[in-house]
């Protein structure tokens, strides 16, 4: 195969003459051929780059093609020409077939739907292994305080209680004994009295208890309760009276509900014992207070209404029009008591008529 020299132009024949000189040019090889040269191989084919290339130029490896015999009655392929600055595009990948397109979305929506039902297993699961024997939940915060003795287990919550009843008789005991001599009215006097001879069993009581349960008892009064015992101290005459009432009223109340509390959870017996004493005396003092007729109640329940922080629930409020009456509480027919009820009768038969107590004291909320 003759080789064009650069700047010359190619050879003019036509593919049934290439096909020829090929043919002629293999039956020659055949019959003598020259050393270097393999039989049947066809020589490659160089196409060289254009003019514009430079005189000297050289074929490329993307240029070289193999020789191809070419079928009577059609034309030679045309050869790649590379073009200055010309790139060429990698094929783009075939497309994934409809099938497997269809499979993979299966996989992936499956895969989707796995993860949720494991995110919502793990959300329901997760509060409860949090909580469980956990550092800094109650249960573990009751183990961790508690102590053993002979009476049983003992919190710290019993012991907070054991504390507060010792200190409510440091400070309520000397505002009883001031009530005594410096109260104008009998029931204020009477209320001091209570104070004085309740909180002397109630310290009595929890020395004991202290002493016993090795728990260390205060001997002075909160700053707190001190201050209240300089502010009835400064006070004089009516307004001595309902800074007394008052005072000692709200402090008793929220010791009332503490005492409930250490009542129903307590697992220690001296514990239990002191806060049934506590109970007695307590709700007596309360009572004393609430008959000097001098205990704002609406105060009270803003107070408390300030410091809640959860929603009031209950029935609706009571309507204009008339209401079915309950069906009473009673035993059977058969059903045999011998006991008495604990709290003092209603006076009269349908229950209380209102004015007086039971025990035939003031009014709550009436003067003296």
């Not at 009655?73 to 990948?93: L, Q």
């Not at 009223?249 to 239990?272: M, P, Y």
């Amino acid at each position: 195969m003759a080789v064009c020299s650069p700047g010359t132009e190619r050879s003019a024949k036509t593919p049934r003459a290439a096909a020829a000189a090929g043919a002629k040019s293999h039956a020659g090889h055949s019959a003598g051929h020259r050393p270097g040269i393999p039989l049947n191989i066809p020589a490659p084919r160089h196409v060289f780059l254009r003019d514009a290339d430079g005189p000297g130029a050289r074929p490329s490896a993307a240029s070289v093609t193999p020789h191809r015999p070419v079928r009577p009655g059609r034309s030679a392929p045309a050869a790649p020409v590379r073009r200055p600055g010309h790139r060429i595009r990698p094929s783009r990948p075939a497309s994934a077939p409809p099938q497997q397109e269809t499979s993979l979305r299966r996989i992936n929506g499956t895969s989707l739907i796995l993860l949720a039902i494991a995110a919502t297993v793990g959300v329901l699961i997760f509060p409860i292994w949090a909580y469980e024997d956990r550092s800094g939940t109650g249960l573990a915060n009751l183990e961790a305080e508690t102590v053993s003795t002979d009476w049983g287990p003992l919190t710290a919550t019993d012991r907070d209680f054991l504390v507060k009843v010792r200190l409510a008789g440091l400070w309520e005991l000397p505002a009883g004994q001031q009530a005594i001599e410096r109260a104008p009215t009998r029931a204020v006097r009477d209320a001091g009295d209570h104070l004085v001879v309740g909180h002397t069993d109630l310290d009595r009581r929890a020395r004991d208890v202290g002493a016993k349960l090795g728990v260390e008892l205060p001997n002075q009064p909160t700053s707190q309760q001190q201050g209240w015992l300089k502010e009835l101290t400064a006070a004089e005459g009516t307004e001595y009276q309902r800074k007394f009432a008052n005072i000692l009223r709200v402090a008793h109340g929220k010791v009332f509900g503490l005492i409930a509390q250490v009542r129903h959870n307590t697992r220690n017996t001296l514990i239990r014992e002191l806060a049934d004493a506590a109970n007695v005396t307590v709700l007596d003092h309360i009572t004393m207070l609430e008959k000097t007729g001098m205990v704002d109640f609406d105060a009270i329940a803003a107070e408390e209404a300030g410091a809640a922080t959860a929603s009031p629930s209950g029935p609706p409020p009571p309507s204009s029009s008339v209401i079915p009456s309950p069906v009473p509480v009673q035993p059977g027919p058969g059903a045999s008591v011998t006991s008495r009820p604990s709290a003092a009768p209603p006076a009269g038969d349908g229950g209380a008529t209102g004015g007086g107590n039971a025990d035939g004291g003031q009014p709550a909320g009436s003067a003296p």
